[in-house]
């Protein structure tokens, strides 16, 4: 088996539909594949739909919710093909997108992870690729340079970044097998970044392909009710990234910093219309204390135990 298609899906049955849909009209010829789907414990009818559909799926239904390290990984795992194209469910392929990466990997064996240009549903690029966190990228961000200096998307050709978001990456599964997959204990934010890390200290390198493009409908984002649960479960994501890969003074600079930026966006926004300033000082309450309040990580607990008690 040459590629494994790895689709996560939590209550997303008309995008996964979608995506699946995308899988199947864009594979390019002659490579032979596969399409997994983790359900993730979804009450939306998903698993019916993709059972109904006329494509050729193997499922993996969870009867508990998990993070999206533990389900990415969980796919890795099962998979048979050497590559694997890790997909949200919310990533629509565009025409040439698989190829181009598969190309990518091929020409750059020293590459474990290829990734693609995210576009916004109405076809705009995406930032999807960054320098990896730390004091140098904190410093950048809170001197407002972070477009300029830290984000690595964009252009023409591959190249090599930091870290690149998981939403359409194709991963040689023998190199996370070798860094022992995902870390389970990032629930959504930051796995993927961590994982970048883990795959780069090893000696590997993290690819972004423009020429590879993907629809990204952002469907946690859009989801307005959770926007705060979001908010807690980033700043936890990246606060648990620097406590494991930089020194307690480094950690405490970023910190620092960060706090900066999120205060100078907060007093910005108190003043300039069309801005939430309510929204900023939730994100500066956070990065101060990032382990505080309820994150997405909870409402799949409350969600688990709900179905354990038959409700």
Same mark, same amino acid.
């Given at each position: 088996?040459? $590629?494994?298609?790895? /689709?996560? =899906?939590?209550?997303?049955?008309?995008?996964?539909?979608?995506?699946?849909?995308?899988?199947?009209?864009?594979?390019?010829?002659?490579?032979?594949? #596969?399409?997994?789907?983790?359900? =993730?414990?979804?009450?939306?009818?998903?698993?019916?739909? /993709?059972?109904?559909?006329?494509?050729?799926?193997?499922?993996?239904?969870? &009867? *508990?919710?998990?993070?999206?390290?533990? =389900?990415?990984?969980?796919?890795?795992?099962?998979?048979?093909?050497?590559?694997?194209?890790?997909? =949200?469910?919310? !990533?629509?392929?565009?025409?040439?997108?698989?190829?181009?990466?598969?190309?990518?990997?091929?020409?750059?064996?020293?590459?474990?992870?290829?990734?693609?240009?995210?576009?916004?549903? #109405?076809?705009?690029? @995406?930032?999807?690729?960054?320098?990896?966190?730390?004091?140098?990228?904190?410093?950048?961000?809170?001197? %407002?340079?972070?477009?300029?200096?830290?984000?690595? !998307?964009?252009?023409?050709?591959?190249?090599?970044?930091?870290?690149?978001?998981? !939403?359409?990456?194709?991963?040689?599964?023998?190199?996370?097998?070798?860094?022992?997959?995902?870390?389970?204990?990032?629930?959504?934010? !930051? &796995?993927?970044?961590?994982?970048?890390?883990? $795959? *780069?200290?090893?000696?590997?390198?993290?690819?972004?392909?423009?020429?590879?493009?993907?629809?990204?409908? &952002?469907?946690?984002?859009?989801?307005?009710?959770?926007?705060?649960?979001?908010?807690?479960? %980033?700043?936890?994501?990246?606060?648990?990234?620097?406590? @494991?890969?930089?020194?307690?003074?480094?950690?405490?600079?970023?910190?620092?910093?960060?706090?900066?930026?999120?205060?100078? $966006?907060?007093?910005?926004?108190?003043?300039?219309?069309?801005? &939430?300033?309510?929204?900023?000082?939730?994100?500066?309450?956070?990065?101060?204390?990032?382990?505080?309040?309820?994150?997405?990580?909870?409402?799949?607990? *409350?969600?688990?135990?709900?179905?354990?008690?038959? *409700?």
């Amino acid at each position: 088996m040459d $590629l494994s298609y790895c /689709v996560v =899906n939590t209550n997303g049955r008309e995008l996964l539909m979608a995506c699946l849909a995308a899988i199947e009209r864009t594979h390019p010829a002659g490579v032979e594949h #596969e399409v997994i789907v983790l359900d =993730n414990a979804s009450d939306d009818g998903s698993l019916r739909a /993709v059972r109904a559909s006329p494509y050729a799926v193997r499922v993996i239904a969870l &009867d *508990r919710r998990a993070g999206k390290a533990e =389900n990415d990984s969980t796919l890795l795992r099962e998979a048979h093909g050497g590559l694997c194209l890790l997909l =949200n469910e919310d !990533s629509e392929l565009c025409p040439g997108a698989t190829r181009a990466l598969l190309d990518a990997l091929e020409a750059n064996p020293d590459a474990a992870v290829a990734a693609a240009q995210l576009l916004s549903p #109405e076809g705009e690029p @995406k930032a999807c690729a960054w320098r990896l966190p730390g004091v140098r990228t904190a410093v950048f961000t809170a001197l %407002f340079l972070h477009n300029r200096l830290v984000v690595e !998307s964009g252009g023409t050709g591959a190249r090599s970044v930091g870290w690149a978001q998981s !939403s359409a990456m194709l991963v040689r599964r023998s190199a996370a097998e070798a860094v022992g997959w995902l870390d389970p204990d990032f629930f959504v934010y !930051s &796995d993927e970044t961590d994982f970048c890390k883990r $795959l *780069r200290d090893t000696g590997w390198d993290v690819l972004h392909v423009p020429g590879a493009r993907a629809v990204h409908h &952002d469907q946690l984002s859009n989801d307005q009710e959770s926007e705060r649960r979001r908010i807690v479960e %980033f700043h936890r994501g990246r606060d648990r990234y620097l406590r @494991k890969h930089v020194s307690p003074a480094e950690h405490l600079v970023a910190q620092l910093l960060g706090a900066w930026f999120y205060l100078a $966006l907060w007093l910005a926004a108190t003043v300039l219309p069309g801005r &939430d300033p309510r929204r900023y000082l939730l994100h500066l309450r956070q990065q101060v204390r990032p382990w505080n309040g309820s994150g997405i990580r909870e409402a799949a607990e *409350r969600h688990n135990q709900q179905l354990a008690s038959g *409700r």
